[in-house]
Every structure is written in structure tokens, then in C-alpha cells.
Antibody
Framework: QVQLVESGGGVVQPGRSLRLSCAASGFTFSSYGMHWVRQAPGKGLEWVAV????????YYADSVKGRFIISRDNSKNTLYLQMNSLRAEDTALYYC???????????WGQGTLVTVSS | ELVLTQSPGTLSLSPGERATLSCRAR???????LAWYQQKPGQAPRLLIY???SRATGIPDRFSGSGSATDFTLTISRLEPEDFAVYYCQQYGSSPLTFGGGTKVEIK
């Protein structure tokens, strides 16, 4: 079955960078778009970014545009999120999620926690 | 961006009762591209409904979705103990993808 495992979270100072990874298995990774969604502690869900199945297109939420970069390596079945110029408001649990086909998210990882604090 | 408003914020019901959750959009959602998710404490969200009314794989038929344009509803016909959770709607008809603020279904 589909498995998504995020890693790379941790505590980081404001202004610093962090790279998240999401290892995918159980499906043909190179055939599906992939997303990052975050959830601040005790809050709701916020979409962060999407990347097309082949990496040809990428879209971002305004809150992260210009600071975060989504990418993928289909040879390694891995999704990435490069997060630069981190702010306190980026503190959240970051989920990777598989696109069912039209931006519905039909499989989710368990998330990796990012804490931005001095 | 397309704002989604969910109501009520909290729904207090007993097992066996019917739950009706609302999701309203400020503008019409293209092609009824509206999904519903369930999230239990400490767990990732799970896709329940897509396309406003289609159940995702493995979702019990007590969950149903309806609605169109700006008004959508998730109905749980008879609440089971495992259904007490937070429910989110999400639109994917326009970018950016957006979620509603959630409805918590709690045990009365």
C-alpha cells in the first residue's frame, strides 16, 4: 500500500534553512503530483506547495512563495521541500501528500515537525 | 484565494445520531471540486469524499457528500465511536488550494 515517510524536521533559528524529505513507496511515484501541507500546533490545515508528476510545474502558497522550493527525484521516489528564510510562523507539522489526480489528496504521511525559534 | 467557511465549529452528538456538516464558499467552486477529510488526534488527515459526492476508497457508506457551487454538506448517517474527529473541507477548483477551518464532532 501507499507509504509516505517525511523526515528532516527539527528546531531551527529564524532566518535559517531546512530541507524536508518525503520517501514514497507502494505506488508509481513518477506518475503522480505531490503536495506539502502544514498544520500549525492546534490549528487547521494549510496547503504549501504542489509539484507536477514530472516536476515540470510547481505552485506555492503566497505565504511561502520566494522562500520555499518544492522538488522531486523520481529516480529516488523522494519529494523535497527546501525552506529558506524561516520565520516563527512557519512552525508546523509538515505533511507530504499524494495527489489523486486533480489536487485531491488521497494519501498522507505522518508529518515532520518544524519549529522555528531562537 | 477562495475562502471556505465550515459550520458549526463544534458538533456535540451521541453515537448513532446523524451528523450534518456544512462548508460554504465565497464564490462558486469550479466543477464541484470539493473534498472532505477526517483527522483524528495525532493522525494525518484521511480523504473521505472528493468531487463533492464520491467516496474515496475504503470509506464506509455512512459517509456521504452533497452540494454544488457554493454550498456543500458532509453527512454521517449514524455516528460510530471512531467517527468522532475533526473534519475539513478543501477546494481544488482554483489555485491556491484552500481548506476550511474545520468542524469538530465530539461525543455529547
Amino acid at each position: 500500500q501507499v507509504q509516505l515517510v517525511e523526515s528532516g524536521g527539527g528546531v531551527v533559528q529564524p532566518g535559517r534553512s531546512l530541507r524536508l524529505s518525503c520517501a514514497a513507496s507502494g505506488f508509481t511515484f513518477s506518475s503522480y503530483g505531490m503536495h506539502w501541507v502544514r498544520q500549525a500546533p492546534g490549528k487547521g490545515l494549510e496547503w504549501v506547495a504542489v509539484i507536477w508528476y514530472d516536476g515540470s510545474n510547481k505552485y506555492y502558497a503566497d505565504s511561502v512563495k520566494g522562500r520555499f522550493i518544492i522538488s522531486r527525484d523520481n529516480s529516488k521516489n523522494t519529494l523535497y521541500l527546501q525552506m529558506n528564510s524561516l520565520r516563527a510562523e512557519d512552525t508546523a507539522l509538515y505533511y507530504c501528500a499524494k495527489d489523486r489526480g486533480l489536487w485531491e489528496l488521497d494519501s498522507w504521511g505522518q508529518g515532520t515537525l518544524v519549529t522555528v525559534s531562537s | 484565494e477562495l475562502v471556505l467557511t465550515q459550520s458549526p465549529g463544534t458538533l456535540s452528538l451521541s453515537p448513532g445520531e446523524r451528523a450534518t456538516l456544512s462548508c460554504r464558499a465565497r464564490q462558486s467552486i469550479t466543477s464541484n471540486y470539493l473534498a472532505w477529510y477526517q483527522q483524528k488526534p495525532g493522525q494525518a488527515p484521511r480523504l473521505l469524499i472528493y468531487g463533492a459526492s464520491s467516496r474515496a476508497t475504503g470509506i464506509p457508506d455512512r459517509f456521504s457528500g452533497s452540494g454544488s457551487a457554493t454550498d456543500f454538506t458532509l453527512t454521517i448517517s449514524r455516528l460510530e465511536p471512531e467517527d468522532f474527529a475533526v473534519y475539513y473541507c478543501q477546494q481544488y477548483g482554483s489555485s491556491p488550494l484552500t481548506f476550511g477551518g474545520g468542524t469538530k464532532v465530539e461525543i455529547k
